[in-house]
C-alpha cells in the first residue's frame, strides 16, 4: 500500500487508551475507511520499554526514539497517549515543529500548554485535536468549538470526575462514609491508589480551564480556578441535603458574572434534585450549557476508560485524516481571541449551607445571627439537629452572599465562644433563590 493510499498514524503510548484505539481502529478499519476516503494505519508506536510492549511487535514497528515517528516522511498524524505533562508536551511539541498533525487526550499538557500547541501548531499549518481531554467519550469540545459556535454561552457546568461522582453516589445511596467510599472506588479500580488528584479536585480543575477557554473564547489559565475537593463531606452533610431537597455534587462551573467577569471554579455544591445534574450517578459524567441561543443542553456519558476516550481520540484522527484527504488543516484555530477579565472567587455571590457544633444554651442563636448580620449574611433556614455531646448541632443555609463576606463571617464564628466547631461550609447551587 503506498502512501497516496492510506493515512499513517505515529502513536505515542500503547497504555489502556493507546490500546483501546488501536483495537477501535482495528476493529472499525472498513467503516472508517469509508468515512475518510482512505484507509488509516497505525506504521509506528513509540514506547519506553520494548519488552514491556513485545507483545505489539508482530503487528506493529516499536520505537523507544521519537525520531523515528517525527522524521518519518510517511507518518502524517502523531497521536499523543503517554499521560502526564512531560515528556507528552515536549514530544507534542516536537512533532507539530516537524508539521506533524497532533491528537491527544491529555488534559493536563492542554491545560497549562494549550497556547503554545495551538500556535505551534497554526505556525506549522497542521491540526492539533484534543476532543478527549475532558469527558472522554462524551463530544464536548468539537460541540463548544463548531456547533454551538453562534452562541454566546453563559454557563458551563459540569460533572467531570467519576472516581468523586461514584464515591458521592455510594455515601448518598448506601450511607457510606469517605473513608469507606474511597476504598471501595480503589477497589473497583476507579480510583488510584494516590487520590489526591481526584477527591481534591485538581482533575476536574484541568478539565473546567479547557472548557472554560473553549466556552467563553478567553484564555483560563489553571492557577486562577479555584479549587476544592469533597475530603470534608461526611454522611451528615449528605442526609440534611437530602432533607432539604438537594443532592451533593463535585461540580466543575464556569459562568459569567456580569463586569466582574469570568469565573471558573471547582467544589462540592448542594444542588437541587430536579437539576439534570442531580441525576448523574456512579462512575458516569455530564455537562450542562446554557448559551443565549439554545438555553440549556447537556452531554452525558462515561467520562473515561479505554474505549469511550478512545472513541473520542479516533473521532479527531477521522476528523484530522478528512483534512488531509482534502488538503485542508487548521480550518478551526485557536478560539482563544478574547481577553475577558477573570472574576475572582472572592466576587462570586452563592447560597451556602452551613453546620455548626455549639453551645446549647440561650443566647446562642442571637450571637451567630448577629455575626452573619455583620458580614450582610442573610439567613434563609436555622434548623437545630442532634445534640452531640454537650453541644447543639445547628445547620444553617443563606441567600447569596459574596465569597469575601462569607470568609469574613466564618472567621467571626470561629472565635465566638458559644461555637465550638465550624464542621463544614458548602456552596449551593440553586437558581430557584438568591
Known amino acids: 500500500m503506498t502512501k497516496e493510499d492510506k493515512i499513517s498514524i505515529g502513536l505515542l503510548g500503547a497504555g489502556t487508551v493507546g490500546s483501546g484505539v488501536l483495537e477501535l481502529l482495528q476493529k472499525n478499519a472498513a467503516s472508517i475507511a469509508q468515512k475518510v476516503g482512505k484507509q488509516i494505519q497505525v506504521t509506528r508506536i513509540f514506547v519506553r520499554d520494548l519488552e514491556k510492549y513485545a507483545h505489539l511487535a508482530e503487528s506493529y514497528a516499536l520505537t523507544t526514539d521519537i525520531d523515528d515517528i517525527v522524521n518519518d516522511p510517511q507518518i502524517d498524524i502523531v497521536v499523543e497517549l503517554m499521560g502526564g505533562e512531560e515528556p507528552a508536551k515536549t514530544l ?176 462540592p455544591v448542594f444542588l437541587p434534585v430536579s437539576h439534570p445534574l442531580a441525576a448523574v450517578n456512579d462512575v458516569f459524567n455530564a455537562i450542562f450549557v446554557r448559551g443565549d441561543a439554545i438555553g440549556e443542553a447537556m452531554f452525558y456519558g462515561r467520562g473515561a476508560g479505554k474505549l469511550p476516550t478512545a472513541s473520542a481520540v479516533c473521532a479527531d484522527i477521522i476528523d484530522v485524516a478528512r483534512d488531509i484527504v482534502h488538503k485542508g488543516a487548521s480550518r478551526i484555530l485557536c478560539t482563544c481571541f478574547e481577553e475577558t477579565k477573570i472574576c475572582p472567587i472572592e466576587k462570586v455571590a452563592n447560597p451556602y449551607y452551613i453546620r455548626l457544633l455549639v453551645a446549647d444554651q440561650p443566647g446562642v442563636l442571637s450571637a451567630i445571627a448577629a455575626a452573619f448580620g455583620a458580614q450582610q449574611v442573610s439567613l434563609r433556614t436555622v434548623v437545630q439537629k442532634q445534640r452531640v455531646g454537650e453541644y447543639a448541632e445547628l445547620v444553617l443555609i443563606t441567600y447569596a452572599v459574596p465569597d469575601s463576606h462569607m470568609r469574613m463571617a466564618m472567621q467571626t464564628l470561629a472565635v465566638l465562644p458559644a461555637v465550638a466547631e465550624v464542621s463544614n461550609i458548602i456552596r449551593v447551587e440553586d437558581p430557584h433563590f438568591s
Open 92 to 267: 507534542m511539541l516536537y512533532a507539530l515543529a516537524h508539521k506533524k498533525h497532533v491528537v491527544t487526550a491529555n488534559k493536563d499538557v492542554v491545560a497549562k500548554y494549550g497556547r503554545e500547541l495551538f500556535d505551534a501548531a497554526e505556525a506549522n499549518q497542521v491540526d492539533f485535536l484534543f476532543e478527549a481531554s475532558v469527558g472522554g467519550g462524551i463530544p464536548i469540545i468539537r460541540p463548544l468549538k463548531q456547533c454551538l459556535a453562534a452562541n454566546e454561552i453563559q454557563e458551563v457546568m459540569g460533572i467531570v470526575n467519576g472516581t468523586t461522582n461514584y464515591m458521592l453516589t455510594r455515601m448518598s445511596q448506601q450511607g457510606m462514609d469517605f473513608a469507606d467510599a474511597l476504598a471501595e472506588a480503589q477497589a473497583k479500580g476507579y480510583a488510584e491508589a494516590d487520590p489526591t488528584a481526584d477527591v481534591g479536585g485538581l482533575d476536574a480543575a484541568r478539565k473546567i480551564a479547557i472548557l472554560s477557554s473553549l466556552a467563553f473564547n478567553s484564555r483560563m489559565p489553571l492557577d486562577k480556578v479555584h479549587v476544592e475537593g469533597i475530603e470534608k463531606i461526611s454522611k451528615h452533610d449528605i442526609e440534611y441535603a437530602r432533607e432539604f431537597g438537594y443532592c451533593i455534587k463535585l461540580l466543575a462551573i464556569a459562568k459569567r458574572e456580569g463586569e466582574n467577569g469570568i469565573n471558573a471554579r471547582v467544589h
